[in-house]
């Protein structure tokens, strides 16, 4: 039987955070609570970034060393042995965004190279991830979703990022290190999805090396990954998935209503949670076939993987099933479910503060969005402070 109050115990959720730390997370959650704050934060702190005044050491000692590793890899590494002493792994996650250029493409493979290296040498960080726009321009992905011609320039270009791909690819083979590779807006995602597809082809023969994210408020992604995985079984690899419920929301509602074409987002959270649930539960009965990394700040869909991992006889231990949760969030999920001896990792961003801060306003704007999350995290941080005082 599942233990359904299992990630009400406190103790072991904060055993990691000072009690000044406690108090530093109590009060961000309770301004992110907040809608109106969020949006004159945000706008003071971009303002304040682009005007070059010195307010980056006032976010690195609150929002960025909350919800980040640090700047970078060996900034992270306290952190890392920290969580790593409560069995809780670490997926370091470069978190610059919106770059165009090629060298900016290059740096980026650089970096994720480097992080593998990195990984080889701590059994703490099994796993890199990386965002397919981290490796080439979001509008060339969504030219070759759409089906249209590359010029001859854009075909280069395009072989340069599937070049950068198996590079990180062959290399985390090499080292059996795990790749996560992000999903973004469904324009550019078919691209997307094939050249992951290839490289599952190629790197997960044996083991799964490779992994594609699906967002699950998307209605059409457990079908795909169905026909994925038929693709698998006819060509003799394995499936790596990461699902998640997904990140664009808005975005991909707003588009579909200008552009007059049907939504692909389910219409509701339930139906959301419906798509995350079904598709959960058909990998975990394929487990043979299809490993998973199950990134979730969503309780009952943990208690859910929890059931069925019982009912089909999946080891805790099983490398194909892993839990993950965002490194300053859901502490009640993650440290309970490792300290009942699940694969638990955390993703930690990093990089230079100006540059990580588009990621951090869009934690705070989801944190916003989602009441729930919010609350609950105040609520657990309420009952460990009353803990400990008594």
């Known amino acids: ?23 530093r997370a109590y009060f961000l959650f309770k301004m992110i609570s907040s809608q109106p704050l969020v949006r004159i934060g945000t706008a003071a702190t971009n303002f304040a970034l682009k005007a070059n005044l010195p307010v980056e050491g006032l976010i690195r000692s609150t929002v960025f060393d909350h919800f980040c590793g640090g700047v970078n890899e060996e ?15 670490s997926v370091l996650d470069y978190s610059v965004e919106g770059k165009e250029v090629e060298e900016e493409f290059d740096n980026a493979l650089e970096k994720i ?24 321009r ?7 979703t759409e089906g249209k011609e590359f010029t001859s320039s854009e075909k280069e270009e395009w072989d340069r990022i599937v070049s950068r791909f198996d590079s990180v690819c062959k290399l985390a083979k090499e080292k059996d290190v795990e790749v996560l590779i992000d999903a973004e807006e469904s324009w550019m995602q078919d ?30 992604r457990l079908d795909y990954l169905k026909a994925l995985h038929e693709h698998g079984k006819n060509d003799g690899f394995n ?17 579909a209503e200008e552009k007059g074409y049907k939504s692909p987002i389910c219409d509701n959270k339930k ?44 080891n805790k231990e099983d490398n194909n099933v892993w839990f993950g949760q965002l490194y300053g969030m859901s502490d009640h999920i993650s440290y309970n479910l490792a300290a009942e001896g699940y694969n638990v990792a955390k993703y930690i961003p990093f990089g230079p503060v100006k540059d990580v801060m588009p990621y951090l306003i869009r934690r705070a704007e989801e944190n916003t969005s989602v009441a729930g999350q919010t609350n609950r995290e105040l609520t657990l941080l309420k009952t460990e402070k009353k803990r400990r005082k008594l």
Not at 75 to 89: A, N, P, Q, R
Not at 138 to 144: E, I, N, V
Not at 239 to 255: F, H, L, P, Q
Request: aromatic residues 12%; negative net charge; charged residues 30%.
């Open 191 to 220: 691209a997307a999805d094939d050249l992951v597809e290839d490289m599952m082809r190629k790197y997960n023969k044996g083991k799964t090396i490779v992994y594609n994210t699906l967002q699950c408020y998307r209605w059409d």
């Open 138 to 144: 979001f509008l060339l992905y969504q030219k070759k």
């Open 113 to 136: 190279l480097k992080i593998i290296q990195f990984c080889e040498e701590r059994d703490a960080m099994p796993i890199v991830v990386f965002k397919p726009t981290g490796f080439g």
């Open 239 to 255: 499936i790596g998935v990461k699902i998640v419920r997904g990140a664009y929301m808005e975005k991909e509602r707003n588009r």
């Open 75 to 89: 900034d992270c590494l306290s952190v890392i042995d920290k969580l790593y002493t409560k069995g809780v792994s």
């Open 1 to 23: 039987m599942i233990n359904r109050s299992l990630f009400e115990n406190t103790a072991t959720a904060f055993a990691l955070k000072s009690d000044s730390e406690l108090e």
């Open 271 to 314: 139906d959301t949670d419906d798509t995350f649930n079904s598709t959960l539960t058909y990998i975990l009965e394929n487990i043979n076939d299809i490993s998973v990394f199950i990134g979730t700040h969503n309780e009952e869909s943990c208690y859910l993987a929890m059931e069925l991992m019982g009912k089909y006889n999946i």
